[in-house]
């Protein structure tokens, strides 16, 4: 396996890579492809919306880059590492360099907001100290506008609230590859601007790239390419 180092690895080559990628569920109707030979390729730095309508494979897409499902056919090569084939720890070696939003936020309603980005923290190599990271997630919360719940828990906020959570929390680690299923879908249009903006400095700094989900047409102007999702084909890239 190559060293960690290499998932960073040479500039010009993209952070993602998607060749010839199907994919089939079982139902009770029989099988259902909703994803047929796809190809796709995200560059680094890139920012690309992927939208289609419900069940046409975006988030199953999402997932396989994500490391999350295992590919059944194609090949898929994120940030210099193949998936097919991989184990378990070349799969997580991959995952500890994305930064996922889900559309629930899915945060613990015992902790805090701090506490649940500190434990993020944990998921690195070299994780920092908790004095580190107490003021990167000052930072990301005061970016989102939620600074002022540092210390709540998820009962003292409103769902757009714990969302940009969500977004804070996939971005603390500072990843590689952000993949987002729906990130926006329970803000505002302020607070979308304030997710997307932060999201779009990141990439800048970084040289991260990001794949998102989305229905919100709000944010497609913010995208360098929009991408939809037929009939499990996927349309406007090669």
């Known amino acids: 396996m190559p060293a960690a180092s290499a998932l960073l690895s040479d500039a010009h080559h993209p952070s993602v890579r998607v060749r010839g990628v199907s994919y089939t569920y079982e139902s009770e109707g029989g099988p ?3 994803l047929d030979n796809v190809d796709l390729t995200l560059g680094r730095g890139e920012f690309i919306v992927l939208t289609g309508h419900s069940g046409a494979g ?7 880059i994500g490391a999350i499902r295992s590919l059944q056919d194609g090949a898929i090569n994120v940030l210099g590492q193949e998936l097919g084939g991989r184990d378990t720890a070349a799969q997580e070696e991959v995952r500890r360099k994305v930064g996922f939003i889900f559309q629930d936020h899915n945060l613990f309603a015992a902790l805090t907001v701090f506490r649940t980005l500190w434990l993020a923290t944990g998921l690195v ?3 920092p100290s908790r ?3 107490l003021e990167e997630a000052r930072s990301l919360l005061a970016q989102l506008g939620i600074e ?3 210390h709540s828990r998820p009962r003292q906020m409103s769902t757009g609230q714990k969302q940009r959570v969500a977004v804070a929390r996939a971005l603390i680690n500072a990843p590689q590859l952000i993949l987002g299923d729906e ?3 329970s803000l505002d249009q302020q607070s979308s601007q304030l997710v ?3 999201i779009r400095r990141h990439l800048a700094a970084t040289g991260a790239s990001a794949l998102i989900v989305t229905h919100d047409d709000r944010i497609f102007g913010m995208a360098d390419r929009v991408l939809r999702l037929q009939d499990g084909r996927l349309l406007g890239d090669a």
């Open 148 to 150: 002022q719940h540092l």
């Open 196 to 198: 997307i903006g932060l």
């Open 183 to 185: 990130p926006t879908a």
């Open 125 to 127: 190599e070299n994780p």
């Open 131 to 133: 004095e580190v990271a």
């Open 32 to 34: 259902k492809r909703v």
């Open 58 to 64: 975006k988030t199953t897409l999402l997932t396989l």
